[in-house]
């Protein structure tokens, strides 16, 4: 008589060909136990429990048997085998082990613009993307990394990476005023393909000076576009002004009011600061030769010009000039009276802009002797002054008359 004999025994994980690590979920613990019953009884049952689940072993011959628990919960936990005879005599074995959670990856990830070497440039037109990743536990490995690049909220590109290896992403084209967004995903080598993802932001490119790569200009704010310019994407403001050597263009950015509206000086003479100016260009309507875009709050900068010959007019104020408009038809002529001692500048726009324009700055005097000073015309616009009396006459199309009054009430029409 006597208790069972255990004689040797084992507990293997079934993961891969690890014989030790036991994971929740993929892995198996495979018991082997070798056992002889004393005085003459023989082994009736074995059985293993583990976390609350007993499975009977399976005799394989000559004393040895074997068996599988599942190991769903992590923590050192005990497998309790228990031999028992014919006799109903038994033995109980304790077997530690120490089950891992299975977890999704760790990731880290690394993305910024580039130059064609991988070294970081905000200016280069490539994105450097290297991602690191870990199973848990570390013993399964990774199988593949992907990574989704977005730009502005759409993918661009799907792309495999190496474990830790950077990817040089891009071919030079990448924009510095794109959003780009980086969506890395990795994939354990486990049965259950645990994956995780991970994000990175690539911001667009905060440009305080940027000289224009290979060429000659600069830009505040913003990327250079261009060679031998002076770009900003801010407000320039001034403490003594902006001196213009040769053009000098204006956009004024109200509402309503873009480029195309904008106004343009040229001067090439300080003494005549006027005597060479291109036409100031607003929307007109083809049909009618109608101005549109019509705003009041513009304001030209203080300039002066010598009309007479013996005094100078200022042309603008500080404050908000008063605007009027009219019209001459095709063929036709308009007659204005000017109030004394006022002053105007005056446009003439019509729907045939290459021939019927004109630019003009009109005074009169305290006795009623209106003078006038031609900027700019074309060959359609004819204008004549005959005491306080204005004629325009245009041909070939009709226009648009607007009357800036500087000083004194606006051009009145009198035919």
């Not at 991988?118 to 990774?142: E, F, Q």
């Not at 005597?275 to 049909?287: A, G, M």
């Amino acid at each position: 008589m006597g208790s069972p004999i255990i004689n040797s025994y084992s507990v293997r994980s079934n993961w891969a060909s690890d014989d030790s690590l036991f994971i929740t979920e993929i892995t198996a613990a495979t018991v082997t136990i070798n056992c002889t019953a004393q005085g003459g009884a023989t082994i009736s049952r074995v059985t293993a429990s583990l976390n609350l689940i007993t499975t009977t072993l399976t005799a394989t011959g000559g004393g040895t048997y074997v068996g599988t628990l599942p190991t769903d919960e992590p923590g050192s936990v005990d497998i309790i085998v228990v031999v028992t005879d014919s006799n109903n005599e038994s033995t109980t074995l304790r077997l530690p082990i120490v089950i891992k959670a299975h977890l999704e990856p760790v990731l880290a990830i690394s993305a910024f613009r580039c130059d064609a070497n991988g070294d970081k440039d905000m200016g280069g037109g490539y994105l450097s993307i290297t991602v690191w990743a870990n199973s848990t536990p570390s013993a399964i490995g990774i199988s593949q990394i992907t990574a989704n690049i977005d730009a502005e909220g759409s993918q661009v590109d799907s792309i495999s990476l190496t474990n830790g290896v950077a990817y040089i992403w891009g071919s030079g084209a990448v924009d510095g005023d794109t959003e780009y967004t980086i969506y890395a995903t990795a994939i354990d080598n486990s049965s259950d393909h645990i994956e995780d993802t991970i994000e990175a932001d690539i911001p667009k490119v905060v440009r305080v000076i940027n000289v224009k790569d290979g060429g000659t200009g600069v830009a505040f704010g913003k990327l250079c576009t261009e060679d031998e310019k002076l770009q900003s994407a801010w407000q320039i403001d001034c403490d003594k002004g902006i001196h213009a050597m040769k053009t000098l263009y204006c956009d004024y950015e109200a509402t309503g009011v873009d480029r195309a509206n904008a106004i343009a000086l040229t001067t090439t003479s300080a003494s005549n600061k006027f005597s060479r100016t291109s036409l100031i260009q607003f929307s007109v309507d083809s049909s009618t030769g109608e101005m549109l875009n019509k705003y009041e709050q513009y304001r030209f900068p203080e300039v002066t010009q010598d009309m007479t010959g013996n005094a100078i007019y200022d042309l603008v104020t500080s404050k908000n000039t008063r605007i009027a408009y009219s019209s001459v038809t095709n063929g036709g002529t308009t007659k204005y009276t000017i109030a004394n001692n006022s002053r105007h500048f005056v446009l003439v726009i019509g729907s045939g802009v290459t021939n019927n324009y004109a630019v003009f700055m009109f005074a009169c005097t305290s006795t009623g002797t209106a003078t006038q000073r031609q900027i700019s015309k074309g060959s359609g616009i004819v204008v004549t002054t005959s005491g306080t009396t204005i004629s325009i006459t245009s041909s070939g199309a009709a226009a648009t008359v607007m009357d800036w009054a500087i000083s004194g009430d606006n051009l009145e029409v009198t035919t």
